[in-house]
């Protein structure tokens, strides 16, 4: 084997087609699997083009969004090949989104995957989308999936999730309620910390917290409500919706924190580019003496680097996926991995 194993990764669950490219090996020894497991092997991130399918009024249209992905995907594998100036035969493993996420979109990045690892005759790899989100995950707060995962003895175990939709999904539609364009989530940040500038005003909305779980549905329903009475500004609306929500992921993974014993929380998902999330993370972690991880943005949206990452860590642990069992998951759990 190699002293360095690429991987090239395809994203597609959702609005992003990306593909990224991820390298790992020590400078003159082989690769073996216990290797890689040591937090000493090297890693790099070669490339992570983001091809991103928007709407005017926000939201996702699925069969669109496939169309976009369809259209931008030669040129995203050439552009992420060019930026790491290598070619295909460079490349040792061909990983992809299996899954969770929206058919339509994760047929294209799987489809394709397998071509190249067909073509170019690479071992094909089908990863959880989660779980690339987080090498060792905490807490996963994103579009479609809102989930606190702990590694206990040797798996991803949730310990709390969204009983409906993800907390991403919540803001983006919320935002879409209002006018207030795609992405949801950064918009509603900047309308909140308007009202955070003047001190703030908090209107009362429900918190939903059962166990270790947590709702969305109801709150997206009764502040629409509230918005549709016109009595508050869309600023208060903002602000009072994120202190929730966020309260609320807070208190669940502090509460995984304490069960687990962990010291470490990890942000993960577009949702974690929240500057108000991470400081309400930021003070639960230093009350308890936890220390909190947020990756660099482009590694926090979806993105394929994060997946050629775990294609490269599947790999050495022996996973291979043929092509007859490389159908895409759209439901597969982050603990069934
Ligand atoms: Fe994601």
């Known amino acids: 084997m190699r002293n360095r194993i690429v991987c090239l990764g395809i994203e597609s669950t959702a609005h992003t087609f990306g593909v990224g490219l991820a390298a790992a090996g020590k400078a003159k020894t082989a690769i073996s699997a216990p290797a890689a497991a040591k937090n000493g092997m090297r890693r790099k991130i070669l490339a992570n083009v983001i091809k991103q399918f928007t709407t005017k009024s926000g939201g996702i249209i699925p069969a669109q969004a496939a169309e976009h992905h369809v259209e931008v995907c030669d040129k995203a594998i050439t552009e992420a090949l060019a930026a790491a100036k290598i070619a295909m035969h460079d490349i040792d493993i061909v990983s ?68 409906d939709m993800g907390v991403g999904n919540m803001l983006d539609q919320f935002a879409r309620q209002i006018g207030i364009g795609f992405p949801g989530g950064s918009q509603i940040m900047r309308l909140a910390a308007k009202a955070a500038a003047k001190g703030g005003k908090y209107i009362e909305l429900p918190y939903v917290v059962k166990g270790m779980d947590v709702s969305f549905g109801g709150i997206l329903t009764n502040i629409k409500r509230k918005y549709d009475s016109g009595s508050y500004s869309k600023e208060d609306l903002c602000y009072s919706l994120q202190e929730t929500v966020f309260a609320m992921l807070v208190e669940v993974a502090e509460r995984a924190l304490a069960h687990t014993g962990k010291s470490e929380l990890l942000l993960g998902g577009g949702v974690a580019c929240n500057t108000r999330l991470q400081e309400m993370c930021g003070v639960m972690c230093e009350e308890r003496g936890a220390k909190l991880f947020v990756p660099e943005r482009q590694f926090l949206v979806d993105n394929a680097a994060m997946i050629a990452w775990l294609g490269i860590l599947e790999y050495l642990k022996g996973t291979r996926t043929p092509v007859e069992k490389s159908a895409i998951r759209p439901y597969w759990r982050t603990d069934e991995v």
């Open 96 to 163: 992809f989104s299996q899954g969770p996420g929206i058919g339509h979109c994760l047929r294209v990045g799987a489809a394709a995957a397998r071509t190249l690892s067909l073509v170019h005759k690479k071992p094909l790899i089908g990863v959880n989308h989660c779980i690339s989100h987080l090498e060792i995950g905490k807490l996963y707060v994103s579009g479609a999936n809102t989930q606190v995962i702990a590694f206990e003895a040797g798996k991803y175990r949730i310990f709390g999730e969204t009983l």
